[in-house]
């Protein structure tokens, strides 16, 4: 995922050098360029030691980025770039999208007078990469390549975001699914696909349950059976249960809130035989 901003000089030297490497472009088998990279990671990083790993930071982050650009880019990140790297970090709040990479230009004002200004921030899920076979040792697709661990899901993740950086340096603008993308994400490192979006653990939960939003289901509160209706799922899933005493909802029905754990729900046919006041 990217977000698009207006071009901007820097880009001038970027495209030479990304154009450049597009002509030698790929530098070796994707299959042996990636599994450099692990091996090599490992042995850096100060975090990652083996590919099921409980800690990440942004330093391991800045070990990836130079390894990529290293085995991968053949340094030409680096160079368009101007030697320096994006902004590498970890997000705790990204449940949705595995990786997003946003890129803003600009101009700064100097004792020189104004000069352009580029900012990249590429930002990885926490949730999503350490989630990732925590309850479920199912092995798991990403960017079409199988991942058998985290450390295989954290690199797809990154070449991914790593391609919209290149791309936007490239051309000013990046879209995972353009043709270019989808050709170079090939070349580069077998990826097959070209979204991003996760399965994440909750996700994969609402799933294994086969609970949808709208269902109407069955669970015990305090002892009394309860008969309702799904509104939503989040980490519980939120069910309406009809309410004397509830709130007043937009079908003119009052309806008592409960935030039930999934495995506490189970699914029933229909709730319009529920008496009208269940919480009695
Ligand atoms: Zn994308």
Known sequence: MVRRAPPNPLDEQARSVTLAFLDRAPLGAPEQVTAAVRKALLHDSPNLRRGDFDRISTVDLE???ELY???????CLADALSGTQPRL????RMTRS?????IRRGQVRTHAGV????WFDVAISVPLVLGAFRDDPRPVHVAGRLCHDRLDVLQRVFEHELLHVFESLCTGRSS???????????DLFAHTESRHEMISPTQRRWIDSGIRPGDAVRFSFEGHTRVGRVNGIRQRATVLVRSLRGRLYDDGVRYAKY???LSHLTRVDDHRQAPADSDR
């Open 115 to 118: 000069a352009p200004w580029r």
């Open 176 to 186: 995972c699914s353009g043709a270019a993308f989808r050709k170079l994400a090939w």
């Open 259 to 261: 935030y039930v754990p």
């Open 63 to 65: 070990v990836l980025f």
């Open 89 to 92: 970090r970890m997000s705790r």
């Open 69 to 75: 650009d290293q085995h991968a880019f053949g340094r």
């Open 98 to 102: 595995a990786g997003l990479t946003t």
